[in-house]
């Protein structure tokens, strides 16, 4: 069975860090491309980073160039959302998402970041 479980969300202040954690499960993590989402209330969900391998293709969504950062442990089945020079405009729901560039694509239940102060 497939688990994507993300951890690491929570209320931080304008201008400060926090660091998604996504640890997945149930299928082969090295053989996935490993992207970030978001969804704000009334909004789409959108790509915030994705990375096709530990040392493949990274695209960044054009608001957060910069200030985040994606990478993988593919021994610990984990991707990170380093996420710093945090705004208000960035709180959403944050997702885990996995796909094998085929017909298997896998979410995670998602984790609330807010930016306020």
């Known amino acids: 069975q497939v688990h994507l479980v993300e951890s690491g969300g929570g209320l931080v202040q304008p201008g400060g860090s926090l660091r998604l954690s996504c640890v997945a499960s149930g299928f082969v993590f090295s053989g996935y491309a490993m992207s970030w989402y978001r969804q704000a209330p009334g909004k789409k969900r959108e790509l915030v980073a994705g990375l096709r391998r530990a040392d493949g293709d990274i695209e960044y969504g054009d608001a957060v160039k910069g200030r985040f950062t994606i990478d993988r442990d593919d021994a610990q089945n984990t991707v990170y959302l380093e996420m710093n020079l945090l705004r208000p405009e960035v709180t959403a729901v944050y997702y885990c998402?996995?796909?094998?560039?085929?017909?298997?694509?896998?979410w995670g239940q998602g984790v609330q970041v807010t930016v306020s102060s």
């Open positions: 998402h996995a796909w094998n560039c085929g017909p298997h694509v896998y």
